[in-house]
Each structure stands twice: as structure tokens, then as C-alpha cells.
């Protein structure tokens, strides 16, 4: 096979996660030298979400013996995925935090331009250092101002949670209702807001909750925060949530979070109970259904099948549609605890 056509079948092996078929296009490569075409593909890995795949190709050699230019082009590419794990991967080394982007900016700056509070909370765990180049204009004039829990990451003349939080309530309220201002903090994963409103008055959560479409269906934000990877608002809400509950397409939470590829929600949904079924059958599993098997994370779909009954996981290999999947999530999901033990292994 030709290189060019090699980096094309590497390049869809990545878009599917299937750090196997990966592994056997890359074995016997001098491990000492520094391949563009891999830098590419761990680029492609952690924007788009393939855990695996970035996890074996960063093991293969340290972060630290790559460039500053090309290690902060991994932060850069986790920073784009928005998704903490991803970003996680690829964050060795706290100086390439400091490195810019093509805006000028600095990757905690971004973050917080961005009121992606996931991945703002994640580059200050990992030690970056806080911002001190955003424009005036974001800071008043964008989201950031608007999210208790971003502001709270800034430097500020409040240095009480609850005083920011009472700021930033009387500054939404001139605009908005408190059922919507509950509602848009779901959304935008301002899981601080959401605790000052749960501790102050939880009747909002209640009258945010209401949808006119029954019992049984989503309200229309809890699609939003499931797509938007808010998984630290739902784990703040989760004793208001009905995890098994369907929209009217007979898809619940986790369906929705596992077709976005949503790693860090749906391992809050599924540590609080959320069923593997992820439909109206419950006889099923969001492990057999077959356009998950094709599109969905492969590490979204690990978290599933470690909830799975092993009947069930036995099962599986007779549906038409798991016989369709990768070898890589086919393995996965039959022996979830094996996979990760191995990956653990293998990966390092």
C-alpha cells in the first residue's frame, strides 16, 4: 500500500476509533523519530473524540519529546473537541498552555472566550495558568458574563461564590424569568448558578422543569445540555432528572449524549443510574443499535456495555448490526473491564 493511500485508511481507522486496525498500520515504525503524518492523525484523534486512538498514538512516544509548536497543537486540537477527557490526554506538559493560537489568544483564554466551562475547569486542574488578556469587550458584552461558574475561574473583585452568583442573578433577571435563566444554565453547564438556585430557592428547578408534552418527555434543554456535553449541570440536577425518560423519536439522555459523543456525560448519566437500554425497548441496548455501532464514541459505548448485564453482552454478537461494527468496539463492548485492562497495558 502506498504511503498516501496508508494515511487514508490510518485517517478512517482514527474517525471510527478503532485504535486496532490503527495499531497494525503503525507497528514496527522507528518509535524514535517524529512522523508528521502521526501528528496529524493525534491532531484528528482528540478533536474528533477518539480516545482510543489518541491514547495509543500519544503513548508511543512521551509528550515530551515532542516540539513546543507540535505539543501545543494537541492542546489546541483538545481544546476544539470540548471534551475534558480529550484535553486531558494530550495536557503532559503545562508550559504549551502558554503557546498561541491564531487569534493571539492563549488556550485558558480561549476557553474562557468560549464559556466552555468543561474545559476551562479542566486546563486550571492541569495547572495553566489563569488569563489576563481577555478583552474588555468579552468580558462584559459576550456568555462569559453571563456564567457564574466562568467568572468565577477570573480574577475578580468578588471572592465569594455566593455574592457572584446574586451579581450575576441580578444582572439575568432584568432580561430573563428565573425558569429560563435555570434553564439556560443547564445548557451552558453553569453548574455553579444551578447550586446557588438549588440552595436558595429550588421551586425555580421545579417550574423549570414543566413541559407541555407529558410525564414522559425531555424538556426541550435537556437535549441542549446533552449535546452541548453540560455534564456537570446534569450531575448537579440529578436527583430532578428522569433518566429513562424518552422524547418523542423514543430516545432518552444517554442516547442523545452517546450520538454526540459526549464522553464526560455520559459517564455522569451512567454513574447515576441511566439505563443501558436508552430507548422505549428495554429488551435492547444502545450497544446493539446498529447506527450507534457505526457513528457513536467507541468509549462512550465502552462506558455503556460496563452496565450491561453478561447476558446481554452475550447476546449481542447475533445482531446484524453489531456484526457491522469494528473489531475495535466489537471487543469493547464484549469485554468492556478486559478492553480498558488491556488498553492500560498496551497504551503505555
Request: aromatic fraction near 8%; proline fraction near 3%; charge should be negative.
Amino acid at each position: 500500500m502506498s504511503q498516501e493511500n496508508s494515511y487514508y485508511a490510518m485517517s478512517a481507522a482514527v474517525a471510527v476509533d478503532d485504535v486496532l486496525t490503527l495499531q497494525t498500520f503503525l507497528a514496527g515504525r522507528d518509535r524514535t523519530k517524529e512522523y508528521q503524518d502521526e501528528n496529524f492523525l493525534i491532531q484528528q484523534a482528540l478533536r474528533q473524540r477518539s480516545y482510543y486512538c489518541a491514547r495509543y498514538m500519544l503513548s508511543l512516544r512521551l509528550c515530551n519529546h515532542y516540539s513546543d509548536r507540535t505539543h501545543a497543537g494537541f492542546l489546541w486540537a483538545g481544546l476544539d473537541s470540548r471534551e475534558s477527557m480529550m484535553l486531558e490526554l494530550a495536557a503532559s506538559r503545562v508550559d504549551a498552555f502558554d503557546h498561541r493560537g491564531a487569534r493571539g489568544f492563549s488556550l485558558p483564554t480561549q476557553a474562557i472566550m468560549d464559556a466552555d466551562t468543561g474545559m476551562a475547569e479542566e486546563i486550571f486542574r492541569q495547572g495553566g495558568e489563569l488569563p489576563v488578556d481577555i478583552p474588555h469587550v468579552v468580558m462584559y458584552h459576550t456568555k462569559y458574563a453571563r456564567n457564574a461558574t466562568m467568572r468565577w475561574f477570573m480574577p475578580s473583585p468578588i471572592d465569594d461564590r455566593e455574592e457572584l452568583c446574586q451579581e450575576v442573578l441580578r444582572d439575568l433577571r432584568r432580561r430573563q424569568s428565573d425558569d429560563v435563566i435555570a434553564q439556560t444554565a443547564v445548557v451552558d453547564n453553569d453548574w455553579m448558578l444551578l447550586q446557588h438556585i438549588l440552595e436558595h430557592n429550588p421551586s425555580v428547578i421545579h417550574e423549570a422543569l414543566i413541559c407541555d408534552q407529558g410525564v414522559a418527555a425531555i424538556p426541550w434543554f435537556w437535549h441542549r445540555a446533552a449535546a452541548n456535553n453540560s455534564a456537570k449541570s446534569l450531575g448537579v440536577l440529578c436527583e430532578f432528572l428522569n433518566l429513562d425518560a424518552v422524547d418523542r423519536y423514543g430516545h432518552s439522555i444517554l442516547y442523545l449524549a452517546t450520538m454526540f459523543g459526549n464522553i464526560s456525560t455520559v459517564r455522569i448519566l451512567m454513574a447515576m443510574g441511566a439505563s443501558p437500554s436508552g430507548t422505549t425497548n428495554l429488551d435492547t441496548s444502545l450497544c446493539s443499535d446498529a447506527y450507534l455501532l457505526k457513528r457513536a464514541n467507541a468509549k462512550c459505548l465502552g462506558l455503556i456495555a460496563e452496565a450491561l448485564l453478561a447476558e446481554h453482552r452475550e447476546a449481542l454478537p447475533q445482531e446484524s448490526g453489531f456484526r457491522s461494527a469494528s473489531l475495535t468496539v466489537q471487543r469493547l463492548i464484549l469485554h468492556p473491564r478486559q478492553f480498558e485492562s488491556e488498553a492500560l497495558h498496551t497504551f503505555s
